[in-house]
């Protein structure tokens, strides 16, 4: 069974930083592109970042560049977001996905996990 495991996320306020995490299932990570996207209330999924299989190539979302950094530790199995300068309006349900080609589109991918919420205050 395939497993993706979201955590990190949590209260900040504005400016503060926090990086999330996801543990992958071993069978899958490896071979994968991972994605983050994120869905504030009322509003769509949205894409926000995501790393090629060996992390030689990486993608943001015009919203989030600069601020926020992709990452994978293939020995460890994890995908990782560094969120810095964070703003009200990243608040959202942060998900990870993976992918088998890297891709900024949700049906591009093939497997999600749960999601960790992300709350900025003001």
């Known amino acids: 069974q395939v497993q993706l495991v979201e955590s990190g996320g949590g209260l900040v306020q504005a400016g503060g930083r926090l990086r999330l995490s996801c543990a992958a299932s071993a069978r899958i990570f490896k071979s994968y592109s991972m994605g983050w996207f994120r869905k504030a209330p009322g509003k769509e999924r949205e894409f926000v970042a995501s790393i090629s299989w060996n992390g030689g190539s990486t993608n943001y979302a015009d919203s989030v560049k600069g601020r926020f950094t992709i990452s994978r530790d293939n020995a460890k199995n994890t995908v990782y977001l560094q969120m810095n300068s964070l703003k009200p309006e990243d608040t959202a349900v942060y998900y990870c996905?993976?992918?088998?080609?890297?891709?900024?589109?949700?049906?591009?991918?093939?497997?999600w996990g749960q999601g960790t919420q992300v709350t900025v205050s003001s």
């Open positions: 996905a993976a992918a088998f080609v890297e891709s900024y589109r949700p049906g591009g991918y093939d497997y």
